[in-house]
């Protein structure tokens, strides 16, 4: 169940990164997902899925964000902190201290039928969307004037954009914890980028990445029984240190 | 300039064009006419709200006035930086897949600017600045545009004896019956290619073909000090 679960998340954070790294954006699933922390710490109090308790945390977070912005015109990543921040500290007053290692690190061991199915089936929805507007996507991420040029619609395309990394984030959270989001959609296409002759071979290798190293870690977790999330980004880090001996640039 | 660019149906009108982007007005009253087939340069001081013309004629940017382009018309645009494209691995030929054109009708427009074919495969990072500059033309004429919007080209890309940038756009302006808007702030291209000049410091200062325009005056009020380069001819 975990396994099959965190090879499909992997895969969809691995390839939805590809088009984050390329607009520097890979670290916004970062915050975004320390953001999420008291809506897992409630899903957790309460017995139901971390993910789905996350998920309105980062809707809510993304658009506070968007509208402090319009509101204060203070820089982005001034506001991402305030409110990431006030995030984090609200979910320690209610935590439990025994289950913080579950809200911080993850613990996919947990999954069962019902959420294997549905993190599969919103794992297939970002891989879907992604790849459907991933032409779209890289001419925004190129220049959004030149996107316009080319007939793109940039709000709507944006949108799909960021629901979907809204939903990986979420999905995230169950494999690696609300403080290892970042490295699921960054170490993946850092890994890519390294090795990879043109873009066809990057998003591939991504998505490749991703899975693999959610699997391998996975797999670690039921030979050592340490924690699957931490795991996973370490294989993450070591593929990404090997791809740096192969880089190209 | 000739006769005949005087005579054609205009292309785009723009009637009393303002932008303001947050608190700031950047462009004000701007009123002009192309006419298919001219060469339109937008000359003007940096800060002149140049490009925020381009962008707001591009749709990009919201304005007040009005902006109309002729009907079915096809607008190719060569920006001025793309800073990010050079961080991604994309081969030449993978940045023509962007566009929703056939292979074939890439490599042609890439023959047209005067690049290799073996450059296909070349990562857009590894490019010369003088061969990144070519592709973007190639790109923005590859789906056989009416007009193209050109922001700042650069200036001195003729490398191992290539044809400028400015020679090739002259050449790509006859073959291909292009109108051309051509922000710029060298005085030279303006004289040489243009058939009509826009002087823009937020607002309209002088607009017409550039031997009748371009005065000492109007490049004052433009720039705010002497010019030295301008030229003058008689009859």
Same mark, same amino acid.
């Given at each position: 169940?975990?396994?099959?679960?965190?090879?499909?998340?992997?895969?969809?954070?691995?390839?939805?990164?590809?088009?984050?790294?390329?607009?520097?954006?890979?670290?916004?699933?970062?915050? /975004?997902?320390?953001?999420?922390?008291?809506?897992?710490?409630?899903?957790? !109090?309460?017995?139901?899925?971390?993910?789905?308790?996350?998920?309105?945390?980062?809707?809510?977070?993304?658009?506070?964000?968007?509208?402090?912005?319009?509101?204060?015109?203070?820089?982005?990543?001034?506001?991402?902190?305030?409110?990431?921040?006030?995030?984090?500290?609200?979910?320690?007053?209610?935590?439990?201290?025994?289950?913080?290692?579950?809200?911080?690190?993850?613990?996919?061991?947990?999954?069962?039928?019902?959420?294997?199915?549905?993190?599969?089936?919103?794992?297939?929805?970002?891989?879907?969307?992604?790849?459907?507007?991933?032409?779209?996507?890289?001419?925004?991420?190129?220049?959004?004037? /030149?996107?316009?040029?080319?007939?793109?619609?940039?709000?709507?395309?944006?949108?799909?954009?960021?629901?979907?990394?809204?939903?990986?984030?979420?999905?995230?959270?169950?494999?690696?914890?609300?403080?290892?989001?970042?490295?699921?959609?960054?170490?993946?296409?850092?890994?890519?980028?390294?090795?990879?002759?043109?873009?066809?071979?990057?998003?591939?290798?991504?998505? !490749?990445?991703?899975?693999?190293?959610?699997?391998?870690?996975?797999?670690?977790?039921? !030979?050592?029984?340490?924690?699957?999330?931490?795991?996973?980004?370490?294989?993450?880090?070591?593929?990404?240190?090997?791809?740096?001996?192969?880089?190209?640039? | 300039?000739?006769?005949?660019?005087?005579?054609?149906?205009?292309?785009?009108?723009?009637?009393?064009?303002?932008?303001?982007?947050?608190?700031?007005?950047?462009?004000?009253?701007?009123?002009?006419?192309?006419?298919?087939?001219?060469?339109?340069?937008?000359?003007?001081?940096?800060?002149?709200?140049?490009?925020?013309?381009?962008?707001?004629?591009?749709?990009?940017?919201?304005?007040?006035?009005?902006?109309?382009?002729?009907?079915?018309?096809?607008?190719?645009?060569?920006?001025?930086?793309?800073?990010?494209?050079?961080?991604?691995?994309?081969?030449?030929?993978?940045?023509?897949?962007?566009?929703?054109?056939?292979?074939?009708?890439?490599?042609?427009?890439?023959?047209?600017?005067?690049?290799?074919?073996?450059?296909?495969?070349?990562?857009?990072?590894?490019?010369?600045?003088?061969?990144?500059?070519?592709?973007?033309?190639?790109?923005?004429?590859?789906?056989?545009?009416?007009? /193209?919007?050109?922001?700042?080209?650069?200036?001195?890309?003729?490398?191992?004896?290539?044809? +400028?940038?400015?020679?090739?756009?002259?050449?790509?302006?006859?073959?291909?019956?292009?109108?051309?808007?051509?922000? +710029?702030?060298?005085?030279?291209?303006?004289?040489? !290619?243009?058939?009509?000049?826009?002087?823009?410091?937020?607002?309209?200062?002088?607009?017409?073909?550039?031997? +009748?325009?371009?005065?000492?005056?109007? /490049?004052?009020?433009?720039?705010?000090?002497?010019?030295?380069?301008?030229?003058?001819?008689?009859?």
């Amino acid at each position: 169940m975990s396994l099959a679960s965190g090879v499909f998340i992997g895969a969809a954070g691995g390839y939805l990164g590809s088009l984050m790294l390329s607009r520097r954006m890979a670290l916004v699933a970062g915050p /975004l997902g320390h953001l999420t922390l008291p809506g897992i710490a409630l899903a957790i !109090l309460y017995g139901y899925d971390v993910s789905l308790g996350a998920f309105p945390f980062v809707v809510l977070g993304i658009v506070l964000i968007w509208a402090l912005e319009l509101r204060t015109k203070l820089p982005m990543e001034a506001l991402t902190a305030i409110v990431f921040s006030s995030s984090v500290a609200a979910a320690f007053l209610f935590l439990p201290i025994e289950q913080a290692e579950t809200a911080l690190v993850g613990d996919i061991g947990k999954a069962g039928p019902g959420d294997t199915a549905a993190s599969i089936t919103a794992s297939l929805f970002i891989l879907v969307a992604a790849k459907t507007s991933y032409t779209k996507l890289v001419l925004i991420n190129i220049s959004e004037d /030149l996107a316009v040029s080319e007939g793109v619609h940039v709000r709507r395309t944006n949108l799909l954009y960021l629901l979907c990394i809204a939903l990986i984030v979420a999905l995230g959270v169950k494999v690696v914890g609300g403080l290892l989001t970042a490295a699921l959609v960054a170490i993946p296409p850092a890994v890519a980028r390294n090795v990879a002759r043109n873009m066809r071979q990057y998003a591939a290798g991504s998505l !490749l990445v991703g899975a693999g190293s959610a699997a391998a870690g996975v797999v670690l977790f039921q !030979l050592t029984g340490l924690p699957a999330g931490p795991l996973v980004i370490l294989v993450d880090a070591a593929l990404f240190l090997a791809s740096l001996a192969l880089a190209r640039r | 300039m000739s006769a005949t660019a005087t005579l054609a149906p205009p292309i785009l009108e723009v009637n009393d064009l303002s932008v303001t982007l947050g608190t700031q007005r950047v462009l004000e009253h701007l009123s002009f006419v192309v006419r298919r087939g001219d060469i339109l340069t937008v000359l003007g001081p940096n800060g002149a709200g140049k490009t925020v013309l381009l962008r707001a004629l591009l749709g990009v940017l919201p304005y007040e006035g009005r902006v109309s382009w002729a009907g079915g018309v096809r607008i190719g645009y060569v920006p001025q930086r793309l800073p990010y494209i050079k961080d991604m691995p994309m081969s030449v030929e993978e940045f023509f897949a962007l566009k929703r054109i056939k292979a074939a009708a890439g490599h042609e427009m890439l023959a047209a600017v005067g690049l290799r074919d073996e450059l296909r495969t070349r990562r857009i990072g590894n490019l010369s600045s003088g061969q990144f500059q070519r592709v973007l033309i190639a790109w923005a004429l590859a789906g056989h545009p009416d007009v /193209l919007l050109f922001d700042e080209p650069t200036t001195g890309v003729d490398v191992g004896g290539e044809e +400028t940038v400015y020679k090739l756009l002259a050449r790509l302006h006859d073959e291909r019956a292009l109108t051309m808007l051509i922000v +710029t702030h060298d005085l030279a291209v303006v004289y040489d !290619l243009s058939t009509n000049v826009l002087c823009v410091n937020k607002s309209s200062v002088c607009h017409g073909p550039p031997l +009748t325009v371009l005065t000492p005056e109007s /490049l004052r009020r433009l720039y705010g000090a002497e010019v030295k380069y301008w030229r003058h001819e008689h009859g």
